[in-house]
């Protein structure tokens, strides 16, 4: 989100744009529901994919997913595919990102820390 507010005021030097307050609000249906977009989701996932297929592993101190799961898999959309560049910033990070596995697609490789749920309660 910091480095939204910045790119908008960046971009504000230099063309008119409505608040970035105003902007995210609508971006987030926060104009018409009492919840927003991000909101909703972020409830979505922990209910149905986060909290009966994680488990806290104490020695490495995060969340992983558990051998056995205890739900079915949640239906989602298929990921966009889009440039490397809007992945991890360029084309060479993407190669190296990927390289030493940190693939967001592959859900059975992703690890919860503590500090994603600090941005979640950011927000």
């Known amino acids: 989100m910091d480095i939204n507010r910045l790119t908008h005021r960046l971009l504000s030097k230099h063309m008119t744009l409505d608040s970035f307050d105003a902007m995210f609000r609508e971006a987030n249906h926060n104009v018409s529901a009492p919840y927003g977009r991000i909101t909703l989701h972020v409830f979505w996932e922990l209910n149905f994919d986060f909290l009966p297929n994680y488990c806290y592993n104490g020695s490495t101190n995060r969340f992983v997913r558990t051998a056995i799961p205890f739900t079915q898999e949640p239906q989602r959309d298929k990921p966009a595919n889009v440039q490397p560049y809007y992945l991890y910033g ?32 950011l927000m």
């Open 90 to 121: 360029s084309k060479v990070c993407t190669v190296y990102c990927l390289l030493f596995g940190f693939n967001y697609r592959n859900e059975k490789d992703v690890y919860l820390f503590s500090e994603h749920f600090e941005s979640v309660f």
